[in-house]
């Protein structure tokens, strides 16, 4: 956490911010939800000054950590929306993917974060996982809306390498359908779509600010921060984190490999696309695309309306 402030303090001269000009705080990667909230209290006094007054402020967390004591000490010190790592109610399905979490536990603590008033609260669920059928799926998003939420993130399993699903990737099964199916029963039930794996009655701001490309500051061992043109990545070993959070290794971004991430965040979003910055060729092949009915199109923007098309409309629209 030591290490963490240093880094902090360093990136919010880098990013020259200024007052009030946070717009959202995102705590995550890994179980936030074992460090007491205590622990966070430098770190937000820190970074105070420079919070807007109604920013969202998220903490992500696994069900059987978030205990009633460190739900309400993060509530305490300003988090208002938490984001449960529940990904199925299946007893089975949890056990198969590594979770340390039970249904009940995952159900409970929804309720104990919505008891103590958080503003927002969502949670992730995982598909294309070997053993779901829709039956099992439809399941999960019925738990789902059960609960007192206003989001939900719907992620398809992908096998990460040097993990220990890597060496089974039979784990994996790849439906379209099922694909198709939990958006659609997710967006029955009155969350829109507004990225490819991202549901709510509430959008979230800090989603929306990666796939607008906003600068953001990405502090820890493992993050990535963002800057204009420039990728920061802090060193991902956390010993070597903690002895030098100021060892960040940089990337700079050509102006076509930034063309190239709005296209593709653009299209898995809402976000959509402005003309004006598509290349003359790109707008000939983006006129195609709207004769064509995949993108709705007014003079200025694109929208995709599905979202599962944007790899494949990006890779036209590239050329
Ligand atoms: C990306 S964050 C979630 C951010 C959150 N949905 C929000 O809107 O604030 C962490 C989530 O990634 C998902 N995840 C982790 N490993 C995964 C994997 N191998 N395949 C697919 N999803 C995975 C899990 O659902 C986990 O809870």
Redesign the pocket.
Known sequence: MKALHTQLSFELKRFKASKESIETL?I??GTPSTVAPELYTPIFELLKPYMQKEAEI?T?ANPNSATRTWLKGMKDIGVN?V?F???SFDENKLKALNRAHTPKQAKDAVMVAKELGFEHL?I???YNYQGDTKTLLLNDIEQAFKLPID?I?A??????DG?K?STTPEVRQEDENLAFFVSEEIEKRGFNAYEI??FGKYQ?K??KGYWELKNYIGAGSGAVGFLKDRRFYPNTDIEAYINNPLHITEELLSSDELLTEKIFLGLRSIIGLEKSMLTEEMQQRIEILCQEKKLKCDNKHYYNNNFFLSDELALFLLG
């Open positions: 995102f995550g990667g998220t992500e929306r984001s790592g529940v990904q969502s992730d669920l995982i989001h993130s992620y398809e399993l992908t096998i990460e993990t699903f794996s991202n979230s800090h989603n």
